[in-house]
């Protein structure tokens, strides 16, 4: 007999996962049972209107928030239940993050930067991989630089260096390209599509872009805190179209 298969634990599950924000008349639902496999190696984007729950969604997946209800794994790890201090240690060795600010520490070097997380692992620095992810990210001849030396783009490059260098489960973007001129940010997408392609990264970004959305994989859209479509490989106006229908101005 064939030996059974067992599929490949997903990047993250959430199943049923439930937020609510606030108790009592003031409580607020942002998130409403949704239940997701993020495949390992893809890129998943996520949409919605204003408000629908998309950061909620990825605070979630990522440990930086308690769900109310339901279950999170993220590569094959269960979140609920974790206590603090082992979800800080998952969330420094296992998730990568890129913020819309981009949250460099400005009196550190860009190289000090992207090996901050390495460190505050304890894990050994190895000159030649920094220098390799600062390649990859066109910033080679930049590693002794301040952050306040770098364009907004660059600096962009920087925090995905830093969110690569652990070779995370999961790099989670939370509107990467909000604050970039769109040619930059077209260069930053790049940057994450080219993670996924070439490295096998998965990478779970949030964004109001249809053009951004486009890069992904797949694009799902969150309405009231609910999973309301998943459309694979859709090109932009497919998006701006679908958020359309979701009440949104795309
Ligand atoms: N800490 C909080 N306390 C109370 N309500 C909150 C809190 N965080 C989020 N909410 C509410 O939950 C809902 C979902 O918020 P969330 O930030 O996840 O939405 P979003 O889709 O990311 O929105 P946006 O696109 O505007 O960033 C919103 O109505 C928001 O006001």
């Given at each position: 007999m064939p030996p059974v298969r067992k599929p490949a634990d997903p990047a993250v599950r959430l199943d049923s996962v439930s937020r609510t924000y606030g108790r009592g008349p003031a409580a607020f639902t942002a998130l409403r049972e949704v239940s997701l496999d993020v495949p390992r190696g893809a890129f998943t984007a996520v949409m919605g209107p204003s408000g629908s729950g998309k950061s909620t969604l990825l605070h979630c997946a990522a440990g930086l928030d308690r769900v109310g209800s339901g279950r999170v794994w993220l590569g094959g790890v269960e979140l609920t239940g974790m206590g603090e201090t082992a979800l800080t240690e998952l969330r420094r060795e296992r998730v990568g993050f890129v913020f819309q600010a981009f949250n460099l520490v400005p009196a550190l070097t860009v190289a000090q930067n992207v090996t901050l997380p390495l460190r505050m692992a304890g894990v050994r620095v190895e000159r030649a991989r920094v220098a390799q992810m600062l390649e990859r990210v066109g910033l080679a001849g930049r590693a002794g630089h301040r952050p306040?030396?770098?364009?907004?783009?660059?600096?962009?490059?920087?925090?995905?260096?830093?969110?690569?260098?652990?070779?995370?489960?999961?790099?989670?973007?939370?509107?990467?390209?909000?604050?970039?001129?769109?040619?930059?940010?077209?260069?930053?997408?790049d940057l994450l599509r080219e993670a996924a392609d070439d490295l096998g990264q998965t990478v779970v970004m949030v964004t109001h872009d249809p053009v951004a959305a486009a890069y992904a994989d797949t694009v799902l859209f969150l309405a009231d805190g609910?999973?309301?479509?998943?459309?694979?490989?859709?090109?932009?106006?497919?998006?701006a179209g679908r958020m359309t229908t979701l009440g949104a101005r795309a």
């Open positions: 306040g030396m770098l364009s907004g783009g660059q600096q962009q490059r920087v925090a995905i260096a830093r969110a690569l260098v652990t070779r995370p489960e999961v790099v989670f973007a939370d509107e990467p390209t909000g604050a970039l001129d769109t040619v930059t940010a077209r260069e930053i997408l609910r999973i309301a479509d998943v459309l694979e490989r859709p090109g932009a106006d497919r998006i």
